[in-house]
């Protein structure tokens, strides 16, 4: 397998971005792409293949509009186009500066969130993936515009370089999911405001979350994916098989434990 046809694509000042402050943001790399993407999966939400993916009407919905529109988990293992953005070699160049290694894909997800969805409470990644002895970084594609009135994200710039923290229960008001880990002391929430084609590369360790859609009638769709790279020996169960650029399995071992934070979320699922 040859690997040195990667990377070599950001320029010294974007790895230290990155290094320093945990995150990247590489404006309009799939800027002809958003509007593929866009039809792309609303199509595959109406298709709706029901082993995968299992939305439901209003009326089942109880008024939740992300019960209509879930989040689409690991469409690479049943959708080829998909996969084919996961092992973009745009968002593969990238990564492999970025972690200095191969990369290999660990998992893709599509966010509908219509209006009125939830956002998503802040945390950070690796607690989730368990990538050792490394961590993964995101590659977060904005399919529309997104910023704080439609779900946008926000990112806590340097809280890379802390440990991963253990979550409490985020407020179900204003969050889909369950866990929160709170803004260490010294350091601030910052909104990431994006165009349809912009894409955030950030680090596992990297404190973000997102804010609910509070506009009248925009979507803010993104499709999402996670990476570890050849040097890392482990990751956790939900995120097996790996895959190279070339579309190979990568064999990795799986993480048994959750470390200091317990293992409830190995056994509940992905995030
Ligand atoms: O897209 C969002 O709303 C949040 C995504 C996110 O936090 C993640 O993928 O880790």
Known sequence: MTTAKLGNVLSPEQ????????????????AEDAARLREHFMKLHADAPAQYYRPVGPEESGGDILKQYPRMMHPHRFDELSKSYMLHPKVLNALADLFDAAPVAAQSM???KPPGAKGQALHQDNFYLLVEPGTCIAAWVAVDDADRDNGG???VPKSNQLEVQCPHEADPSVSFTRDEVDVPPGYSPVPMDMKA???LFFNGSLIHGSY???SDD????????HYASEKDIRISHWYKPL????????EIEMSESGGPCGSEHIVTGPH
């Open 243 to 250: 895959y190279r650029h070339d579309g190979s399995e990568f």
């Open 153 to 155: 994200m926000v990112v």
């Open 197 to 199: 084609g912009d894409v």
């Open 218 to 225: 925009r979507f803010r769709r993104a499709f999402i994916c």
């Open 110 to 112: 599509f966010y509908f």
């Open 15 to 30: 790895k230290k971005q990155f290094d320093q402050e945990g995150y990247l943001l590489l404006r309009g790399l799939f």
């Open 212 to 214: 609910p859609n509070t």
